[in-house]
């Protein structure tokens, strides 16, 4: 009500064509009309073993330094070495029967595992419902489905090959529409006898 009235922007028309590219950051260097990424804060990682702070190129070196770590016994905690002398001395670890939280009957596990088996699903021999009422009174006023007779399934073409002659086909053709003709007669008596 009291407030100040927004305006919109102002709009400030450029001269000539808008610039195609983007407004670059200042960290984005070009160098020769190519944009350049530094690697900073990027770790590169070794091809061969897979270790980082080395690549493919100075793999030969990082393993002549750490030979050198292990001759001088400098190897710090945060090394990784697989060395087969340095693990024999690690001994298996094996959980404590005791600490399992499945076989303590307080825990939330053990309790989870026991809802688990109660809820087995029954197995259901899968049949067809019952029929209910309806569909049983009704059953008499159900129309019969067409039998539907194509040329191919009347001249004995299914297989796509001619099977009989011109005159067994016109013959069958004729039978299959009589029979058709006399179909549709005993359903026009009998929808014309329940009206």
Known sequence: MN??????????????????????????????????????????????????????KGHEKYLESLAEKIQNNIVGEDDEIDIPSILEHVIPHTPNPSMDPTQKQDSMVYRMQVEDGEHVPINRLLSPLPENAFVTSARDNIPHSRVRVTTASSRGNLRGGRTSSPREQATSNAAAHQEEEERLAEEEELMSSQI
């Open 3 to 56: 407030a100040v009235p927004i305006q919109p922007p102002l709009f400030t028309k450029v001269m000539g064509r808008p610039k195609k590219n983007r407004k670059k950051a200042p960290e984005e260097k070009i160098k020769k009309g190519v944009k350049v990424f530094t690697k900073a804060g990027v770790t590169i990682h070794c091809s061969i073993c897979g270790i980082a702070d080395h690549n493919k």
